[in-house]
């Protein structure tokens, strides 16, 4: 029987790396480069002998056409490189396109891949899942009748979205607790505010200073004009000192995160640089805007944990790199890495991580995390109560001026912290 022509293909390239030359000498070896073209066309050989091996002698032929086992293969390749790289059919591709700004939260969470299945890495605190009693590090095993650890998370993404008002059935576990519950919600349309909370805290808690508090949820477009419209407010009351809450905050959009930190840095400093392969051109630091709002120059500490991920982490990475904010809580998630969209042919693309994140000092972020300048932890009790008193104040069941009164030991420390750095501040300095 008579090779395909492919296979025939990568045999000719094969033979003709290796032919002698003109003078019957084999040619003079190169070194690393041309040994590695060499292994990848032997490579390229074993796969053509795998796949034509597969078409033959497999038991159902409708498994084994060429578009299927080569998108198989594809799919492989790329899942085996990270859990963000992925190849995309056309029908995934055209609908990550035609959702470009949408997110997961037709229920009110984000995800992020994990090798279990799927970390719930936010929940908003107005949504159906919350409602629901889904807590952030919640983790999704399946969707449907389908375990999470058979899908892709990009085909997981795909089963998440959908419209308002159609049913999406999934089923969590809880491993503090062990508690494995098969939910079905509602998908809806929720508000898009990211900045939560804004207020002075209870002076009784404070030691008299007027310090401020908020929360931002996410980084999207509105956020840092959220933000400062926000801060001005609280100034505008006397703050002498903020507490800014980026627990369960699963990041967002990037330059959202570089306008942010110009909230609270000179115009011009640089954030964050990004690095990719080796022998790849590295484009400048990326720097906050050149004109600021206003000057804010209170003390700052920030608020975060393990589900604090991306945009959060650049933010309290670069703002405990430059001295300007005490960093307080625990180890953050630690995704600090770039996903490029590489168009294909016949309307597929590959999303590949191509560069990884880095703040001002050059310190790694992706699978590190950024750990606090002061350790402040919570039981999963502790969290659950917490979450729960924010989402009741989402849905308007509980005065905000109630947030020092929650056993939140976190912010707890952030105040005696700022407390005493207001102290210390006032002290006049001796000559």
Not at 101 to 110: D, L, N, P, Q
Request: neutral net charge.
């Amino acid at each position: 029987m008579s090779r395909p022509h492919h296979l025939r293909l990568a045999l000719l390239c094969t033979a003709f790396a290796a032919a002698p030359t003109a003078s019957g000498q084999a040619p003079e070896k190169k070194p690393d480069a041309r040994a590695d073209i060499e292994n990848g066309y032997s490579e390229i050989e074993t796969l053509t002998r795998v796949l034509e091996t597969v078409r033959q002698n497999y038991v159902d032929p409708e498994k084994v056409s060429y578009p299927k086992l080569m998108a198989a293969a594809l799919r492989g390749m790329l899942a085996e490189l990270d859990p963000h790289s992925q190849f995309m059919s056309p029908e995934l591709f055209q609908q990550m396109n035609d959702n470009s700004a949408a997110t997961y939260e037709g229920v009110g969470f984000t995800i992020a891949p994990e090798s279990a299945g799927l970390a719930i890495v936010s929940v908003r605190e107005d949504g159906p899942a919350a409602r629901a009693g889904i807590l952030p590090g919640d983790r999704i095993i399946k969707l449907g009748a389908d375990p999470t650890t058979k899908l892709s998370f990009l085909e997981c993404i795909q089963r998440l979205r959908g419209n308002p008002g159609e049913p999406l059935t999934l089923t969590t576990h809880r491993a503090p607790t062990r508690e494995t519950r098969e939910l079905t919600m509602i998908r809806e349309v929720m508000r898009q505010e990211t900045v939560r909370d804004a207020t002075l805290l209870d002076e009784a808690a404070t030691g008299g200073a007027k310090i401020g508090y908020l929360r931002l949820v996410q980084f999207n477009a509105t956020s840092p004009g959220e933000l400062a419209d926000a801060l001005d407010k609280l100034e505008d009351q006397g703050m002498a000192a903020l507490v800014f809450d980026l627990r369960n905050n699963p990041g967002g959009l990037l330059n959202a995160a570089v306008e942010v930190l110009g909230e609270f840095l000179p115009p011009n400093t640089a954030v964050v640089t990004t690095e990719g392969a080796p022998g790849t051109t590295n484009p400048p630091p990326l720097r906050t805007p050149a004109k600021q709002r206003r000057a804010r120059p209170y003390p700052l500490i920030v608020l975060v944990n393990h589900n604090s991920a991306s945009a959060a982490e650049l933010v309290a990475g670069a703002l405990q790199d430059l001295g300007r904010a005490v960093i307080v809580g625990t180890t953050t998630f630690g995704k600090g890495s770039v996903q490029s969209i590489i168009p294909g042919d016949r309307g597929t693309a590959i999303r590949l991580t191509t560069a990884r994140y880095f703040t001002p000092s050059h310190k790694m972020i992706h699978g590190v995390g950024i750990k606090p300048n002061l350790t402040a932890t919570l039981t999963p009790e502790e969290e659950k109560k917490v979450f729960e008193a924010f989402r009741d104040r989402s849905l308007g069941k509980t005065d905000a001026a109630a947030l020092t009164s929650l056993g939140d030991h976190q912010l707890d420390r952030a105040l005696t912290t700022l407390a005493a750095i207001l102290v210390y501040q006032s002290k006049p300095v001796k000559k």
